[in-house]
């Protein structure tokens, strides 16, 4: 059975906009990341909201484990724990007394529930903390606690939306570490903008954009969507020419990057040699595979609801 199945799924807040259009995902049944990615607005928080069943969907359907999301919500929130994207610690509790709260309004005893917390955040290294009022926690700390408590019950399908924006890049480093471990015996519905982090962590990987999903698999599959899949950067100021087969993008930095295939990289990368012209080569990151494929336009492909324009 597939872990995840989303078939069709549709959402409209209001007449006009779709926040999601006709989303259907397929995810398999292990342990891991699934990252959606997506700029602000693509529909990352509509998707999470349905299926962890705090908001129903306008059409479509969505399977978590083979349990429906919108007919069996109380028995899947038995087995799901979501951070949502604005969930914050509250400042007066000390991190014990909040996942403390938490599991026994899931339903644990008082015995039970303290055993969890203490647990839980010490499987998150903030066990030091445990009693110092959330307040005086850095920002890192803080996200670490919201994680500490969705895996402190039993529930082993986590929903973390967005869990490490705004944080500086020590602190996400420190989380992308836990949710490296953390996805051992979990499976993780991570949502994020920021591309190096789905690239790091996840497992498999969908691409949403204005409600659409764009493309959908593991970043080789991703990468085998894109015609181009080598990406040369000349680190210096030196013009190159622009590839046969290829595209060329001048960075913000004046430097230029070259996608193509790798056929052709290969022999660039022997002219900048020849030349002496410094420069790098990869498989392409999922930076450009994003890049590529959410730019194409997707507002003309009836994203709107006819009536409006009636
Ligand atoms: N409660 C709401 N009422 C009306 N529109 C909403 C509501 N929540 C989100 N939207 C709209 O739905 C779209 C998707 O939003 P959201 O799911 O929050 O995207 P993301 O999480 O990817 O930033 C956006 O255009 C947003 O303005
Ligand atoms: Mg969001």
Same mark, same amino acid.
């Given at each position: 059975? &597939?872990?995840?199945?989303?078939?069709?799924?549709?959402?409209?807040?209001?007449?006009?906009?779709?926040?999601?259009?006709?989303?259907?995902?397929?995810?398999?049944?292990?342990?891991?990341?699934?990252?959606?990615?997506?700029? #602000? *607005?693509?529909?990352?928080?509509?998707?999470?909201?349905?299926?962890?069943?705090?908001?129903?969907?306008?059409?479509?359907? !969505?399977?978590?484990? *083979?349990?429906?999301?919108? @007919?069996?919500?109380?028995?899947?929130?038995? %087995? %799901?724990?979501?951070?949502?994207?604005?969930?914050? !610690?509250?400042?007066?509790?000390?991190?014990?007394?909040?996942?403390?709260? /938490?599991?026994?309004?899931?339903?644990?005893?008082?015995?039970?529930?303290?055993?969890? !917390?203490? &647990?839980?955040?010490?499987?998150?290294?903030?066990? *030091?903390?445990?009693?110092?009022?959330?307040?005086?926690?850095?920002? *890192?700390? @803080?996200?670490?606690?919201?994680?500490?408590?969705?895996?402190?019950?039993?529930?082993?399908?986590?929903?973390?939306?967005?869990?490490?924006?705004?944080?500086?890049?020590?602190?996400?480093?420190?989380?992308?570490?836990? +949710?490296?471990?953390?996805?051992?015996?979990?499976?993780?519905?991570?949502?994020?903008?920021?591309?190096?982090?789905?690239?790091?962590? !996840?497992?498999?990987?969908?691409?949403?954009?204005?409600?659409?999903?764009?493309?959908?698999?593991?970043? &080789?599959?991703?990468?085998?969507?894109?015609?181009?899949? /080598?990406?040369?950067?000349?680190?210096?100021?030196?013009?190159?020419?622009?590839?046969?087969?290829?595209?060329? %993008?001048?960075?913000?930095?004046?430097?230029?990057?070259? +996608?193509?295939?790798?056929?052709?990289?290969?022999?660039?990368?022997?002219?900048?040699?020849?030349?002496?012209?410094?420069?790098?080569?990869?498989?392409?990151?999922?930076?450009?595979?994003?890049?590529?494929?959410?730019?194409?336009?997707?507002?003309?492909?009836? #994203?709107? &609801?006819?009536?409006?324009?009636?």
């Amino acid at each position: 059975m &597939d872990r995840l199945v989303v078939t069709n799924l549709t959402k409209r807040y209001e007449k006009g906009k779709f926040a999601l259009n006709r989303v259907s995902l397929t995810v398999p049944s292990s342990n891991g990341i699934f990252a959606l990615i997506g700029r #602000n *607005g693509a529909g990352k928080t509509t998707l999470v909201r349905i299926l962890a069943t705090q908001l129903s969907p306008t059409s479509g359907s !969505a399977h978590i484990n *083979g349990i429906d999301v919108v @007919k069996e919500p109380e028995k899947l929130r038995e %087995i %799901i724990a979501c951070v949502p994207q604005e969930a914050r !610690a509250i400042n007066w509790t000390t991190p014990k007394q909040f996942v403390y709260a /938490y599991l026994l309004w899931r339903g644990y005893s008082f015995k039970e529930a303290a055993k969890r !917390a203490v &647990d839980s955040l010490k499987r998150l290294g903030i066990g *030091g903390y445990m009693d110092t009022a959330s307040r005086k926690l850095s920002g *890192g700390t @803080k996200r670490k606690v919201l994680v500490a408590t969705v895996i402190s019950s039993e529930a082993k399908i986590i929903f973390l939306d967005e869990p490490t924006t705004g944080l500086d890049p020590l602190s996400r480093n420190e989380l992308w570490e836990k +949710l490296a471990e953390l996805k051992k015996d979990h499976f993780i519905f991570l949502t994020t903008h920021y591309l190096e982090e789905a690239e790091k962590l !996840a497992d498999r990987i969908a691409i949403l954009e204005n409600g659409k999903i764009m493309a959908q698999g593991t970043l &080789d599959d991703l990468r085998k969507m894109v015609k181009y899949p /080598y990406s040369i950067t000349v680190l210096s100021q030196h013009k190159v020419q622009k590839p046969k087969n290829g595209e060329m %993008i001048i960075g913000v930095d004046g430097h230029s990057q070259i +996608l193509t295939t790798e056929r052709e990289a290969k022999e660039i990368a022997r002219k900048l040699v020849g030349k002496g012209v410094k420069f790098s080569m990869n498989p392409i990151s999922l930076d450009d595979i994003f890049y590529h494929i959410v730019r194409k336009p997707v507002e003309e492909e009836g #994203n709107y &609801d006819e009536e409006e324009w009636a």
